[in-house]
């Protein structure tokens, strides 16, 4: 059984940074794809970054340059670090992986996810 686990969200300033993370069981973790998404009240899922199984990595273009995404196989963790942030970014970020190995943007491809993790950014 897979199950996806984040943590690190909190309650920041504008401009500053916060570094989330998700640990992963349940399979061999580096054969496959892991995303980040997010979810604000009233919007829909919005794809944040992905990172294949080879560390090839995608971002929303509401996040390039701001956020990196990064694997650790040895400790079967994805992480989100986000720096620059800005009160937009306030939202739960979703922690998610595919039944395959490469990533994609699109929620519907993503087999399984974590409960998610609140991050608020003020003014």
């Known amino acids: 059984q897979v199950q996806l686990v984040e943590s690190g969200g909190g309650l920041v300033q504008a401009g500053a940074s916060l570094r989330l993370s998700c640990a992963a069981s349940g399979r061999t973790f580096s054969r496959y794809a892991m995303g980040w998404f997010r979810q604000s009240p009233g919007k829909e899922r919005e794809f944040v970054a992905a990172i294949s199984w080879n560390g090839g990595t995608y971002y929303g273009d509401s996040v390039k340059g701001r956020f990196t995404i990064s694997r650790d196989n040895a400790k079967n963790t994805v992480y989100l670090q986000m720096n620059s942030l800005k009160p937009e970014d306030t939202a739960v970020y979703y922690c998610?992986?595919?039944?395959?190995?490469?990533?994609?943007?699109?929620?519907?491809?993503?087999?399984?996810w974590g409960q998610g993790t609140q991050v608020t950014v003020s003014s």
């Open positions: 998610a992986t595919r039944d395959a190995g490469l990533g994609t943007s699109a929620p519907s491809t993503y087999a399984y």
